[in-house]
């Protein structure tokens, strides 16, 4: 008895002290020096433990599932300013901008799935936008439906516009994306848009290395799509994709406004590493960083790079490329200041704690790949942009499922979710909240964009933020990153600003 008693103080230790938990530790520990005394009390004393550590438990992991108990073990010191870091609440309110084929869509997964179950809000676009806040054109805050305000998170594709995400989130939001090697993403970008893109689509035998001979016998920059051809990532963050490799200054100053910008700017060839700065950044738990690939290509849609190829590519997107290079090298400088072995060692609890879920999701070994016609369930399907390259997706195996809670099935379900079906799915939820809480309110009020409440999110369950209450729209304004113009209070189109959003995809 008394080793059981003594194990669950420890386990009771290892917990954050939050007052709750202490006052379970305070009393376990009374109940484990009673253990002294009299046998006839041994037997309630032991239901007693057994009930508070259950409770304790529930408690802590807010009757989700985890599948770590390494979350609050994780710590890199250099990171902790003083000795409480590990308990600050967890921060909320977040622009993540989606840029193009730089492992977007599984960002985009992950950041839904933390809303979801912190009970946050999404901006999501009008059903005129699509999927997308009106992209490729600027983004403004009339893209976004009035009843997912005021959001907590945004992270549908658009072109980045400063100040109007400005008008339409808390001051304390952090700005966050992610950029991939400019070689990988343009040939993922050329296969992936090879039918949108008059650039692409107007090469002999959509050959990547005759576009990249004469870039300019293809690109016309005002034509539809444009943006997929030249720097794409330098568009994306409402730059000028078309400002000469030679004017220096400009993409110096670009870079250093994005820097001013984006307190993260992931890596996608390290976009592990780049969680676990996320996960500190943000003071998020491991588990709140699983994820499974999305939106890949199958290898017999790639094409493999020479090194000439990839020179070209660079000179072609130099803007992009300086991004890139500034980018990369600073994420490794952040990894430095943290500690390349406290970085190592959470990327290889990410790694171990995502295998652990593959496994109660899928059965033993990886999730099986399928290609889009092999799904069964059409919510599973990501969307083909044409019939020359193949984007594969994840279907639940029955027999799994047919074991499952239904909450592991409802996290399972949503971490292989296509962006498209997400979106729908997560603006249908919110719709309905917001009806639920506009009929509690006598009537419709008008509201900012912004509400200077639920900016954090306390960890423990007891204390987690309350459905936010929306608030209607108001028209606004603004232009790029540039802009100057914050307020400080507050077509259908898709991916390529045309296609029904039934089918489209990023
Ligand atoms: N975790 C992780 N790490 C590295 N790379 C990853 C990851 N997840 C997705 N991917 C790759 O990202 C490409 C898809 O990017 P996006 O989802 O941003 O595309 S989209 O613009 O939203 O359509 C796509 O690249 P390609 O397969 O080369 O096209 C995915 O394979």
């Known amino acids: ?32 020096f009673s253990l002294c005394f009299p046998q006839m009390w041994k037997k309630k004393i032991f239901l007693v433990i057994i009930a508070i550590s259950t409770i304790s438990l529930l408690l802590h992991h807010g009757g989700h ?44 997964n992950l950041l839904f799935r933390f809303a979801e179950r912190n009970n946050l809000t999404v901006a999501l676009p009008i059903q005129a936008c699509g999927h997308q806040f009106c992209y490729p054109r600027s983004f403004t805050t009339h893209s976004v439906h009035q009843h997912t305000l005021p959001p907590n998170i945004v992270t549908n594709h658009m072109r ?34 090879n039918q949108y893109c008059q650039s692409f689509k107007r090469v002999p035998n959509g050959s990547l290395e005759a576009f990249l001979d ?34 220096v200054s400009y993409a110096k100053a670009f870079v250093a406004q994005v820097e001013r910008v984006f307190s993260l700017v992931m890596i996608s060839e390290y976009f592990d590493e780049s969680l676990v700065l996320l996960r500190h950044l943000l003071s998020w738990d491991l588990d709140d960083i699983l994820y499974v690939k ?24 130099s803007l992009d490329a300086q991004l890139y290079d500034h980018f990369n090298a600073s994420l490794w400088r952040q990894i430095s200041a943290v500690g390349p072995a406290c970085v190592a060692r959470e990327v290889r609890l990410l790694r171990e704690a995502q295998e652990k879920l593959m496994k109660r999701c899928f059965g ?8 889009a016609a092999e799904i069964k369930n059409k919510e599973l399907r990501p969307w083909q942009p044409s019939g020359k390259v193949d984007i594969v997706g994840y279907d639940l195996p029955v027999n799994i499922t047919q074991s499952f809670s239904s909450q592991d099935q409802e996290l399972c379900l949503r971490l292989i979710m296509p962006e498209v079906q997400y979106t729908k799915m997560l603006l249908r939820s919110q719709l309905l909240r917001y009806r639920l809480t506009s009929q509690a309110r006598p009537q419709q009020q008008s509201h900012s964009f912004q509400q200077p409440v639920r900016t954090t999110l306390l960890r423990h369950p007891a204390h987690r933020s309350q459905p936010p209450v929306p608030a209607a729209a108001t028209p606004a304004s603004g232009t790029g990153i540039n802009s100057k113009t914050a307020v400080g209070t507050r077509g259908r189109t898709n991916k390529q600003g045309t296609k029904p959003s039934q089918t489209q995809s990023s």
């Open 1 to 32: 008895m008394l080793i059981f008693a003594f194990s669950l103080h420890l386990h009771l230790l290892s917990f954050p002290p939050p007052s709750c938990s202490l006052f379970l530790l305070k009393f376990s520990l009374a109940v484990s």
């Open 65 to 108: 599932l985890t599948w770590t108990m390494d979350a609050f073990h994780l710590g890199c010191p250099a990171l902790h300013s003083h000795p409480y870091s590990g308990l600050k609440p967890k921060h909320s309110n977040v622009v993540f901008l989606k840029t193009h084929k730089t492992a977007s869509s599984t960002m985009q």
């Open 160 to 193: 980045f516009n400063k100040a109007e995400l400005k008008r339409l989130m808390p001051n304390d939001t952090i700005y966050v994306t992610i950029l991939r090697e400019p070689g990988s993403m343009f040939e993922s970008l050329f296969s992936y848009y």
């Open 214 to 247: 004469e870039p300019w016998r293809y690109y016309k920059p005002e034509e539809n799509y444009s943006m997929y051809a030249r720097n794409t990532l330098t568009y994306d963050l409402g730059g000028d994709k078309d400002r000469p490799a030679k004017d």
């Open 294 to 317: 999305l939106n890949m290509r199958t290898p017999s849609s790639k094409q493999g790079l020479t090194d000439d190829l990839r020179k070209k590519i660079r000179a072609w997107n």
């Open 364 to 371: 033993e070994g990886m999730p099986l790949v399928r290609s």
